[in-house]
């Protein structure tokens, strides 16, 4: 597919490649429809790769009553269990109690609803703990004698952004990074779009329909659309989070409740990390400004030191990032009571009948419901392509998660047992990133040394080409920070090393 072409028009274009954006185009190249997608920067580098990385129900939405929501996204849980199980796994959470939050009656209530309000197939039941006397009760101080513990599920929220974008891509799709979208107008039956690439060059694509998926961008993106008003809005709240050394024993993560109400998770992170969060801040000004802030880290150590025997200082602080939420704007006073459902905006809402292509703008949503979302959004355009197949991604497996059973274990013995040579650290690693698609990573190699350069740690040079020349990595940022984590386990010097081999690279290949 030429996306310069005037006369080959693709059907959808969408503005956006975060999680819904990617999702979206891959369920509608896999409904037939000829598919184009832009994003100003690299997938995923927005709101959609500073999550809390998890595949959960939120247990929290019960207080806002928000039931179909929670169950929604419980059973899309199980769904993106089986779709992807190298980037997705269950994890067990400990909930402590206090006397001076919610009831303990109120608490045991809503884990109940949470166990069966999605029909739970894989994942173990909650159970009520004995902190004074499990283990999972030795880290906390002494006067947390009552506890929880249910089930959700970690994702690698990056990796499943680039996973939806790689089977859309592989599909048919055109995937255009660091492509800015500069403006549509609409004549008749086509959308005109005018994009701009980083390095200057501008872009002129036709389109019969236009889907903005653009995120804390959507309004933005609007303002750009000859003619396009909304009187939606998003509500722009900023989430933080911390990475320290992790100071527990065991794989269980925690879920504290703050005297403000509010939760923070505290969870296992890359082996021997943690990571801490979410603030939930007002965010004023463009997206792209924002920052964490000293007292959002010292929110989220205090409320950590409330709990744990170990006490934490901002010197422990290795890391940290924030992410921009676009939460629908549903006018509730407290950021953390608004909505993390999604709506959409279709003009012409009327349908085919009034006239012109039309334009769907998509507002909030959750990672753990993109799929829905993505199924809903195309349900919205279904006039307009009468033809369009019909869904199909319930039973499909993101690349790499065509494992027998979604069992990982499994999977990872049988990479052993191929890979001999290869150490447990990295097989571990290149399994969890990559699945069953491991054997293209490491090629014909048939020892370490032919993995080329060892960039440190699991960090291998047929890593770093694979990922250059099938998942759009344009930066050693993109490689690093998105869609591996190597950063975080590299030296300064080391990290320096693989930028100026990766700046050399990229310049060998333009």
Same mark, same amino acid.
């Given at each position: ?12 274009? %969408? ?19 000829? %598919? ?40 899309? #849980? ?10 997705? +796994?269950?994890? #067990?959470?400990?909930?402590?109690? *206090? ?8 608490? &045991?209530?809503? =884990? ?14 909650? #159970? ?33 952004? =680039? ?22 107008? &609409? ?8 994009? @701009? ?16 998926? $653009?995120?804390?961008? %959507? ?14 809005? %998003? ?12 100071? +527990? ?39 792209? *400004? ?87 959004? =195309?349900?919205? =355009?279904?006039?307009?392509?009468? $033809?369009?197949? *019909?869904? +199909? ?43 069953? #698609? ?35 990595? @344009? ?7 998105? @869609? ?16 100026? +081999? ?9």
């Amino acid at each position: 597919m030429n996306p310069e072409s005037h006369s080959q028009p693709v059907d959808l274009f %969408v503005v956006g490649g975060g999680i819904n954006g990617t999702g979206i185009a891959r369920d509608a190249v896999g409904r037939g429809l000829s %598919v184009a997608l832009c994003e100003k920067d690299d997938l995923a580098q927005g709101t959609s790769s500073r999550s809390g990385k998890l595949v959960h129900g939120g247990l929290r939405y019960l207080e806002y009553y928000e039931f179909r929501l929670v169950r929604e996204a419980l059973i899309e #849980r199980e769904v993106l269990l089986e779709s992807a199980p190298h980037i997705i +796994w269950p994890m #067990r959470f400990v909930l402590p109690h *206090s006397k001076r939050d919610r009831p303990a009656w109120l608490v &045991r209530l809503g =884990l109940f609803l949470y166990d069966h309000l999605g029909g739970r197939k894989r994942l173990p039941a909650t #159970r009520a703990l004995n902190l004074r006397s499990a283990p999972e009760g030795e880290p906390l101080k002494q006067n947390f004698a009552k506890g929880f513990e249910y089930s959700d599920c970690w994702v690698d929220d990056a990796r499943l952004v =680039l996973l939806n974008a790689l089977d859309a891509g592989e599909r048919g799709a055109t995937i255009m990074t660091h492509t800015r979208f500069e403006g549509a107008t &609409r004549t008749g039956e086509h959308w005109y779009i005018t994009l @701009r690439q980083s390095g200057g060059k501008s872009i002129q694509v036709q389109a019969k329909a236009l889907i903005n998926a $653009a995120g804390p961008w %959507v309004n933005d993106i609007i303002d750009d659309i000859s003619q396009a008003t909304s009187n939606r809005r %998003v509500r722009l709240v900023k989430g933080s989070h911390i990475i320290v050394r992790k100071f +527990w024993q065991g794989d269980q993560a925690y879920l504290l409740q703050n005297a403000d109400k509010r939760v923070l998770f505290i969870n296992p992170y890359e082996t021997n990390y943690a990571l801490i969060g979410t603030t939930d801040i007002p965010q004023a000004g463009s997206p792209d *400004s924002a920052q964490v802030d000293p007292a959002e880290v010292n929110y989220l150590l205090d409320t950590v030191n409330e709990y744990f025997v170990t006490q934490l200082s901002p010197a422990d602080v290795i890391n940290s990032f924030t992410g921009v939420r676009p939460l629908y704007d549903d006018n509730a006073d407290n950021p953390s009571a608004v909505t993390r459902d999604y709506v959409f905006d279709l003009d012409p809402a009327s349908g085919p009948t009034a006239g012109g292509a039309p334009l769907l703008s998509v507002f909030g949503g959750k990672i753990t419901t993109f799929r829905k979302l993505a199924e809903h959004a =195309l349900d919205q =355009l279904q006039p307009w392509f009468p $033809a369009m197949q *019909s869904p +199909w991604t319930a039973k499909a497996t993101l690349p790499g998660g065509d494992i027998e059973n979604a069992n990982f274990e499994s999977f990872l013995k049988e990479s052993a047992r191929r890979y001999p040579w290869l150490d447990s650290d990295t097989l571990h690693h290149l399994c969890r990133c990559y699945g069953n #698609r491991i054997s293209i990573v490491i090629g014909s190699a048939g020892s370490a040394k032919q993995l080329g350069e060892n960039f440190g740690q699991s960090f291998y040079e047929a890593e770093a080409r694979y990922l250059i020349k099938h998942e759009w990595a @344009r930066s050693a940022d993109d490689i690093l920070q998105r @869609r591996t984590k190597h950063g975080l386990h590299l030296t300064i010097e080391q990290r320096n090393h693989f930028a100026a +081999w990766c700046e050399g690279k990229l310049a060998q290949a333009s």
